[in-house]
Nanobody, 111 residues
């Protein structure tokens, strides 16, 4: 089991940027697939982006071309760079790896 702690959320205007960070504890971090999920007041929790231990990435269509997931294995960190933010990106963003979830960080995009 790994513990995950997100940070970096906040309030931003449409068109702006934010970078979310996820700090992971525990061993064998470098081989773990890490992911970011988003939960909105309307929709269920949805997968936004993931990155494998080898660095392969995958994105939801809604964020493709605007969001970038990355990792720093030496620091046990995963990041989500979010650009060109839209009001519909508003939600709670969660870091996830297998059965482990962070507590979430709120992102609010104003129009």
């Amino acid at each position: 089991q790994v513990q995950l702690v997100e940070s970096g959320g906040g309030l931003v205007q449409a068109g702006g940027s934010l970078r979310l960070s996820c700090a992971a504890s525990g061993s064998v971090f470098s081989v773990r697939t890490m992911a970011w999920y988003r939960q909105t007041p309307v929709d269920s929790r949805e997968l936004i982006a993931l990155i494998t231990g080898t660095g392969s990435t995958s994105y939801a269509d809604a964020v493709k071309g605007r969001f970038t997931i990355s990792r720093d294995n030496a620091k046990h960190m995963v990041y989500l760079q979010m650009n060109s933010l839209k009001p519909e990106d508003t939600g709670v963003y969660y870091c996830q790896s297998y059965a482990s979830w962070g507590q979430g960080t709120q992102v609010t995009v104003s129009s």
